[in-house]
């Protein structure tokens, strides 16, 4: 079955410092593979998707996130982080019929 | 444009009980998908539908059911509540009958006492 592991439970940087989100895949075929952002009253919210071609896509909100076969990874980046940017992080991989999602990574900024 | 809207925003329920959820999609969106989130985790997926059809159903028990009606809302069920049953119940919309572009609402706070 296909799975997500997001091995960063918790990860804390400064304000306009660049971030890193680390997203390692489980599947023999190419994956369809997303990243949500969940924040407190705002709800989960899709921030970029890969289906197939280019590696780097780009998202909303200045994110952008790599795919790479040979280390089975979906890292989502962002050069410069904004306060507003704390939230939680969700890895995601999709089927015909569903939506299955990591464990997530909380986001803190510090100012 | 309104996005996917749930109700009640909040519920709670005794152990045993049944609960009702409901979740109305985007204007024009045929498809409607139910997860459950427990504090901490990330959601589970629980049932899909698509033109009032069954397209996918998730690990949970027989106690949790679902319709889709003729204008594309859905209601979920669940029968015989238990704690473990506390949890964040969110609904998503999308236009095919494929997850790939879900908008999902803010979602059903489930408290079972």
């Known amino acids: 079955a296909q799975s997500v592991t997001q091995p960063d439970i918790h990860i804390t940087v400064s304000e306009g410092a660049s971030l890193e989100l680390r997203c390692n895949y489980s599947y023999g075929a190419t994956p369809y593979l997303f990243w949500y952002v969940q924040s407190p009253g705002q709800g989960l919210q899709l921030l970029l998707k890969?289906?197939?071609?280019?590696?780097l896509v780009q998202g909303i909100k200045g994110f952008e996130a790599e795919f790479k076969r040979s280390q089975s990874s979906f890292n989502l980046r962002k050069p410069s982080v904004h306060w507003s940017d704390a939230a939680e992080y969700f890895c995601?991989?999709?089927?015909?019929?569903?939506?299955?999602f990591g464990t997530g990574t909380r986001l803190q900024v510090t100012l | 444009d309104a996005g996917v809207t749930q109700s009640p925003t909040h519920l709670i329920k005794t152990r045993g009980q049944q609960v009702t959820l409901r979740c109305s999609p985007i204007s024009g969106h045929k498809s409607v998908s139910w997860y459950q989130q427990v504090l901490g985790q990330g959601p589970q997926f629980i049932f899909q539908?698509?033109?009032?059809?069954?397209?996918g159903r998730g690990n949970f028990p027989d106690r949790f059911s679902a319709r889709q009606f003729p204008n594309y809302s859905s209601e979920l069920n669940v029968n015989a509540l238990l704690l473990g049953d506390s949890a964040l119940y969110l609904c998503a919309s999308s236009l095919k009958g494929n997850p790939y572009e879900q908008y999902f609402g803010p979602g059903t706070r489930l408290t079972v006492t």
């Open positions: 539908y698509y033109e009032k059809e069954e397209r």
């Open positions: 890969y289906f197939s071609g280019d590696t």
């Open positions: 995601v991989t999709g089927t015909a019929s569903k939506l299955t």
